[in-house]
Structures are given as structure tokens and as C-alpha cells.
């Protein structure tokens, strides 16, 4: 049962450049959401779906951009890094809204 | 917005003494409150949850406590082990807006042997 993949899980990219966290899902689950966590902060919602090809905003959505064309994948894309940006980012489903969520391992991104 | 205050910070306890963590919601209309533990280097994991038509639940040495008047709920950890040493976070939301929790800022828990 492989649940919540995130990958890469560790990744160092430059101020400007375009990085990419991706998250996989093995349980159909409907809903999808991007969390970072970051000191002091505890974990605050960047993007959720409710379903393939629906997405919405969460609490701090800018400089993120998601899609969701299959059920089972919802990438995260930072269009032009920033060191504010630098964060522990994870990935979470839940079979529907009333349901649990579960959180993947997380991916730690640097922006330097 | 939604808002979730979350206390202490740090909480270190003896071995076999008990915890207490405790939260505060400014949104009246949340009904889902749960409790997850964050291990080093991993996913937070659920650890129990209550909604707001109860007032309290328990799983063995884990128990929640809601006070919907008050806005406040309360992870109570008894006979603690070493390896209740995590990050505790609890959170908040309501049904109608798609499972979108708010967190708490976290608890650290130190369980001393």
C-alpha cells in the first residue's frame, strides 16, 4: 500500500528557477491538498482540489500554481523560486471533505 | 479568517505523567477538530479526532475534549512513553469547506524516562 509519494523529497534550486513538487496517490482519493510548514507557522494550506480538472485557492496560493488532470497526481509548481519559498512542502487526500487527511513525508526545498 | 491558537509551545513531562495540550478556534462554524503527532523528519499522522456533536472521545491512552461554547479543545496524552516525544498539532474546519484544516503552531513534547 503505497498511500502519498512525494518526490523529490530533498531539493536545492537558485532564486528565479522553476521547480516542480510532484505527489502521487494510490487510494482514489478525491481530495488533494498542498500544505507547507515552516517555524512558528505550523502548517498552513497552499492549494486544495476536490477533484480532477478543481482546484482552489488556500491560504498563501501566491507564487504556487497546481493542476490536477488525473485523480491520483497533483503537482505543485513554483514558477519563479524565492527564498521565502524555502519550506518543508507535503501533500495530502482524503477520501472526500468529511474525511481524514493524510499527509505524505514530505519534500524539503531550499531556494538559495 | 480562521484562526487556531495552540498551547504550550514545549511541554516536557516525566515518564508515566500526564499531558495536556491545548487549543483554541475563533471560527464558530468549525465542526472537525483533529489531533495529529509529527515524528522527525516525517508526516504529521493522525492521531484521534472529534466532531462537534460530541464532547469527548478517548482511545486507550489518547482523549479529546471539545468545549463548543468556550471554542476550545484539548488532547490529554496519560501514562506517557517515550515515544510520545513529537510534535503535536491540532486543527480545525469545517465540513462545507472542502476538509480544509487550519492548523495550530505545534507542541513539542519532551517525554523524559
Known amino acids: 500500500d503505497a498511500g502519498i509519494t512525494q518526490s523529490p523529497r530533498y531539493k536545492i534550486t537558485e532564486t528565479g528557477r522553476q521547480v516542480t513538487l510532484m505527489c502521487h496517490q494510490t487510494?482514489?482519493?478525491?481530495?488533494m491538498f498542498w500544505y507547507r510548514q515552516d517555524l512558528g507557522h505550523g502548517l498552513r494550506l497552499i492549494y486544495y482540489s476536490a477533484a480532477a480538472d478543481i482546484t482552489d485557492k488556500g491560504e498563501v496560493p501566491d507564487g504556487y500554481v497546481v493542476s490536477r488532470s488525473k485523480t491520483e497526481n497533483f503537482p505543485l509548481t513554483l514558477e519563479s523560486a524565492t527564498r521565502s519559498q524555502t519550506s518543508v512542502y507535503f501533500c495530502a487526500s482524503a477520501l472526500d471533505r468529511r474525511n481524514t487527511i493524510y499527509f505524505g513525508e514530505g519534500s524539503w526545498l531550499t531556494v538559495v | 479568517g480562521e484562526n487556531v491558537e495552540q498551547h504550550p509551545s514545549t511541554l516536557s513531562v516525566q515518564e508515566g505523567d500526564s499531558a495536556v495540550i491545548k487549543c483554541t478556534y475563533s471560527d464558530s462554524a468549525s465542526n472537525y477538530f483533529p489531533w495529529y503527532k509529527q515524528e522527525l523528519g516525517k508526516g504529521p499522522q493522525l492521531i484521534i479526532d472529534i466532531r462537534s456533536n460530541v464532547g469527548e472521545k478517548k482511545d486507550q491512552r489518547i482523549a479529546v475534549t471539545l468545549n463548543k461554547t468556550a471554542k476550545h479543545f484539548s488532547l490529554h496524552i496519560t501514562e506517557t512513553q517515550p515515544e510520545d516525544s513529537a510534535v503535536y498539532f491540532c486543527a480545525a474546519s469545517r465540513d462545507n469547506q472542502g476538509g480544509k484544516l487550519i492548523f495550530g503552531q505545534g507542541t513539542e513534547l519532551s517525554v523524559k524516562p
Open positions: 487510494w482514489s482519493h478525491s481530495y
